[in-house]
C-alpha cells in the first residue's frame, strides 16, 4: 500500500483531514511528507499501525487523544482524556490577551518608568494552554506577569502541570511566574492575596441539553469530560454567572475581564455581566468564523 492509497479513505467513515492527520502519526512523519512522498509504501508494521488509528477514529475517538497531542498557537500541547481538548476558536482570546498586555505595560511602564509585572488570573485553565501560551508569548517579549491559573479538577490540572513542564524546557522565562491551583473559582487564598490587572477565563458554556442534540459530535459527548463542557443552568451560563459575581473583587480599577462563551450567548450574557459591573464597556470579537466568541469587558466604562 502506498501513501497515495492509504489516504483513499472514501469507503471509510473517516475524513479526509484526519486520515491526513493520523497516516502521518504512524508514520512519525509531517503531513507534507505525504503529498511529497505519495508512492511511497507503507511497511506491514507501519500499515498496521494506521489500520489501528483509524479504527479507533471510526469508533468517534477524537484525534487528539489518539495521536496524544493538539497544536495551539504553534504550540503541541498534550492532550488526553482529563481535560476538554483546545479549540483553535480560543487561540482568538488568547491574541486579544497578549495584546492588551502588550498596551497596558508599555502604557504603565511609560508612567512610571518602572516595569510593573502584569497580574493575571486564568479561571478553568483545563490542559493549560491559555496560561501557558500567554506566559510564554509574554516572556518572549520581555513582559514581566504573575499568572495565577484556577482548575478545579485535580486530573486536569496535572495534565496543565505536564504541558507546562515540556513547554516551558529550555525557555529563557525571564520575569515571568505561572502558577497551577486546584480551586472552584476564586476559591484558592492565593487569588485574594492582590487584585488581578486581567481576569480571564474559558469556563464551560455548553447547555445540558446539547448531549441530545442530533448535531452533537459524538467524538466530544462520549470522550470529553463533562466537567469541561456544560455550565450549568438551562442556558449554559451557569459558571459564569457565579464567575462574574466573584469576578468583582479580584479585578484591579483598570483591569479588564475577558471570557470565551458559546456563538449563541452573547443577548444572554448581557444582564449577567451588567449585574456585576454596571458601569462597563463590553466589547464583542468574533472567531475565524465570524462568530461570536470572545467579550471583552473594561468595568470603568458604561455598558453599551
Not at 68 to 79: A, S, V
Request: glycine share 6%; with cysteine.
Amino acid at each position: 500500500m502506498t501513501i497515495r492509497e492509504a489516504l483513499d479513505v472514501s469507503q471509510r467513515s473517516v475524513s479526509f483531514r484526519d486520515a491526513e492527520v493520523l497516516l502521518a502519526a504512524a508514520l512519525n512523519v509531517g503531513r507534507a511528507h505525504l503529498h511529497t512522498h505519495p508512492e511511497q509504501h507503507l511497511n506491514p508494521e507501519e500499515q498496521a499501525r494506521y489500520d489501528t488509528l483509524l479504527a479507533r477514529r471510526e469508533q468517534n475517538e477524537p484525534v487528539a487523544h489518539i495521536i496524544g497531542y493538539k497544536e495551539f498557537y504553534g504550540r503541541r500541547f498534550k492532550t488526553d482524556a482529563r481535560a476538554l481538548i483546545p479549540r483553535p476558536e480560543t487561540e482568538g482570546l488568547v491574541e486579544c490577551a497578549l495584546a492588551w498586555c502588550v498596551t497596558a505595560f508599555r502604557e504603565h511602564t511609560k508612567t512610571t518608568n518602572l516595569p510593573c509585572p502584569l497580574h493575571i488570573a486564568e479561571l478553568g485553565t483545563g490542559s493549560g494552554n491559555i496560561a501557558i501560551t500567554l506566559a510564554l508569548e509574554l516572556a518572549a517579549q520581555s513582559i514581566p506577569a504573575t499568572i495565577i491559573a484556577g482548575e478545579i479538577s485535580p486530573e486536569a490540572l496535572s495534565l496543565a502541570g505536564e504541558n507546562w513542564e515540556t513547554l516551558s524546557q529550555g525557555t529563557p522565562l525571564g520575569n515571568i511566574q505561572l502558577r497551577f491551583v486546584e480551586s472552584d473559582l476564586f476559591a484558592h487564598p492565593v487569588f485574594s492575596k492582590r487584585p488581578f490587572d486581567l481576569l480571564i477565563a474559558n469556563l464551560p458554556y455548553v447547555e445540558d441539553t446539547w448531549r441530545a442534540h442530533p448535531a452533537a459530535q459524538q467524538d466530544v459527548v462520549f470522550y470529553e469530560p463533562d466537567l469541561a463542557l456544560f455550565g450549568g443552568d438551562n442556558d449554559g451560563l451557569g459558571l459564569y454567572r457565579r464567575f462574574f459575581y466573584e469576578a468583582r473583587e479580584h479585578l484591579t480599577p483598570q483591569g479588564v475581564v475577558m471570557i470565551e462563551y458559546g456563538e449563541t450567548q452573547t443577548e444572554l450574557l448581557k444582564p449577567i455581566i451588567q449585574a456585576s459591573f454596571p458601569s462597563s464597556t463590553l466589547t464583542v470579537l468574533p472567531d475565524y468564523a465570524g462568530l461570536d466568541r470572545v467579550l471583552v469587558v473594561r468595568p470603568e466604562l458604561s455598558l453599551q
